[in-house]
DNA sequence: CTAGGGTTAG
C-alpha cells in the first residue's frame, strides 16, 4: 500500500487516533498529529481584515517564538501584510520580547528581501485604518527593513515616520544609517548623520561607528579618523568598540605594522578616558585575523602571549580566528599544540576541539578531521551537533553508510545528547535503506521517535520509495 | 541600533 507523506504536516484534526507501533509509522504519526499552538491567533488574525490588533488583544493564549513561527508561515503565501502586522503586534505582547533571531526567521518566512514592498503596505494601511502608530512600532519596522537588508525601504520608513508625525529617535536614525552603510552608500549614510542636529537628535557611540565601519571598510581610514575627531568635539568619548573598528579598517587596508603601533597607542589610553577606549579580546582578535589574513598565523599565535599579558583571557571567537587560520596554513601541530595549552582556561578544551575538527573540515582535510575527531570522543571529550552533524555527514557523502552509522552509534554511547542535524538522520535512514541495512535503519528510527527529531517534509519525501520497510 | 565570529535554542 503505497504512503502518501508528502501532506501529512499539520492536519487540522485535533482527534488522535492511537499510536501505531512500527517505528516508521509512529514516526509519521508523530509528525501528522502534532497540534498547532498558533491556531488561536490564527483564527482572531482571519476574522477581520482591520483593526486586526485589537482582536489579537483579545486573544489569551500563551506567545512564544515557536507560535510566532507558526502563524508568521501561515500568513506567508496568501497574507504577508497580516503576517507583518502580527509579527509587530507581538513585539509588544507581554510575555514576550522578539530576538534578533525573531527578526531574521519573520523576515525568513515573509520573503522580506525579495518583497520589502509589504512593509510600506503595511504602513499605509496603518494609516489608512488611522491606526496610531508608535515610533517603537516603526522601530520594528526598521528593524525588519534592516534583516531585509533593504536601505531604500529603511529611508521610506524613516520619511514617512517624519510625515506621521511620529519623530524618529536616535535608534531610528541608526538603524537605517548601518543599513546604508551595509549598502555601500556611505554618502547617504552621512547625510543622515549631518541631518539629525536639525531634528533635535544628537549622534550617539553607536551613529558614529556606523559610518566609521563604512569609512574603514570603504579604505577611507583619513576620514574615519577625521570622525573620530569630530565626535571626540562633541564629547563623545570614542570607546574600544570604535577604536577596534579602525585597528580592523587599518589591518585591512593599511599595515599589520601601522596596526601594531595603534594598538600601542591603545594601549597607552589616557586615564581621563578610563577603561573604555582600552583594547579588550575584539581588540586582540582583531588584529590576529588581521595577521591570519596575511597569511601569518605563526605571528597572530604571538598575539596571544600579549593579550595575557595585559591580564585578557582569549575568547571562543579568538580561538575559531587562530586555529583556523593555522590549519588553513597547514600548520596542524601548532593548532593542536594551542589547544593543550590553553584549553580550560576560559574556553573550555572539548570546545577547543571541535573547533579543530572543524577547520580540518572546513579546509578539506576529511580524513585528518575524522581522525581527530575519532581521538576526541576516545579522550572523552564532547563532540558539539554541528561536529558530530559534519563528519557523519562527510563519511555518508563518501559513501560509507555504516561507518556513519556505528559512529552515530557510537556518540549515542557518550551518554550526554549531543544535537545531531535531523538533515543527518534523513540521509543516514535513507541510505541504509537504500543498501537494505533494514536492521540498522529500523534501530535508527526508534532513536529518532525517542528524540522526537522533526523532519521537514522534502526530508522524508525520499522515504516513500521504501515500501517494503514500511509494512 | 553596538567592533571580532559556525556553540546552544529561540
Not at 501528522?32 to 486586526?52: E, G, M, R
Not at 549622534?203 to 558614529?208: G, I, K, L, N, W
Request: hydrophobic share 40%; with cysteine.
Amino acid at each position: 500500500m503505497p504512503i502518501s507523506i508528502s501532506f501529512i504536516r499539520r492536519s487540522s484534526s485535533l482527534i488522535a487516533p492511537r499510536a501505531p507501533d512500527f517505528p516508521l509509522k509512529r514516526f509519521l504519526f508523530f509528525s501528522k498529529y502534532s497540534s498547532i499552538p498558533a491556531q488561536d491567533f490564527l483564527t482572531h488574525l482571519q476574522k477581520h481584515q482591520s483593526h486586526v490588533e485589537k482582536n489579537l488583544d483579545a486573544v489569551k493564549s500563551n506567545l512564544d517564538s515557536q507560535c510566532i513561527s507558526q502563524v508568521l508561515e501561515h500568513c506567508a503565501i496568501e497574507k504577508p501584510k497580516l503576517g507583518v502586522r502580527f509579527f509587530v503586534w507581538a513585539a509588544f505582547h507581554p510575555s514576550h520580547r522578539h530576538t534578533s533571531y525573531m527578526y531574521s526567521k519573520a523576515c525568513k518566512l515573509l520573503n522580506l528581501e525579495k518583497n520589502p514592498r509589504i512593509i510600506a503596505d503595511v504602513v499605509d494601511e496603518y494609516r489608512a485604518e488611522g491606526f496610531a502608530v508608535s515610533v517603537k512600532m516603526f522601530k520594528v519596522l526598521l528593524n525588519l527593513c534592516r534583516e531585509a537588508r533593504c536601505a531604500e525601504m529603511g529611508l521610506w520608513v524613516l520619511r514617512k515616520m517624519k510625515e506621521l508625525r511620529c519623530m524618529p529617535d536616535t535608534v531610528s536614525y541608526n538603524v537605517v544609517i548601518r543599513l546604508l552603510v551595509a549598502n555601500g552608500r556611505l554618502d547617504e549614510s552621512m547625510g543622515l548623520l549631518k541631518e539629525m542636529p536639525l531634528c533635535d537628535l544628537t549622534p550617539d557611540m553607536v551613529t558614529y561607528g556606523s559610518v566609521i565601519k563604512g569609512l574603514c571598510d570603504a579604505g577611507d581610514l583619513e576620514g574615519a579618523l577625521g570622525l573620530v575627531k569630530v565626535m571626540k568635539g562633541h564629547g563623545c568619548v570614542p570607546n574600544s568598540v570604535i577604536y577596534s573598528t579602525i585597528l580592523d579598517g587599518i589591518c585591512m587596508h593599511g599595515s599589520l605594522k601601522l596596526g601594531l603601533e595603534f594598538l600601542d597607542g591603545m594601549e597607552k589610553v589616557e586615564e581621563k578616558e578610563k577603561d573604555e577606549g582600552r583594547p579588550n579580546v575584539v581588540t586582540y582578535t582583531t588584529i590576529i585575523k588581521g595577521f591570519i589574513d596575511k597569511g601569518m598565523a605563526s605571528e597572530a599565535r604571538s598575539i596571544l602571549d600579549r593579550m595575557y599579558d595585559s591580564e585578557l583571557k582569549p575568547n571562543r571567537v579568538t580561538f575559531v580566528t587562530l586555529i583556523d587560520g593555522l590549519i588553513k596554513e597547514g600548520k596542524v601541530e601548532e593548532a593542536l599544540k594551542v589547544v593543550d595549552t590553553f584549553g580550560g582556561d576560559g574556553v573550555r578544551t572539548d570546545e577547543l576541539y571541535n573547533m579543530l575538527v572543524l577547520s580540518l573540515f572546513r579546509a578539506g582535510k576529511h580524513k585528518e578531521s575524522e581522525e581527530m575527531f575519532r581521538t576526541m570522543l576516545a579522550r572523552g571529550l564532547k563532540p558539539s551537533g554541528l561536529t558530530a552533524s559534519s563528519i557523519i555527514r562527510g563519511i555518508v557523502l563518501e559513501g560509507r553508510v555504516l561507518d556513519g552509522y556505528f559512529l552515530f552509534q557510537e556518540i549515542e554511547k557518550l551518554g550526554s545528547f549531543v544535537s545531531i542535524d535531523p538533515d543527518v538522520y534523513s540521509s543516514l535512514l535513507a541510505c541504509l535503506c537504500q543498501e537494505n541495512h533494514l536492521a540498522e535503519a529500523g534501530s535508527l528510527v526508534n532513536i529518532m521517535v525517542e528524540r522526537r527529531v522533526h523532519l521537514e517534509p522534502s526530508q522524508y519525501e525520499h522515504l516513500a520509495n521504501f515500501r517494503s520497510f514500511l509494512n
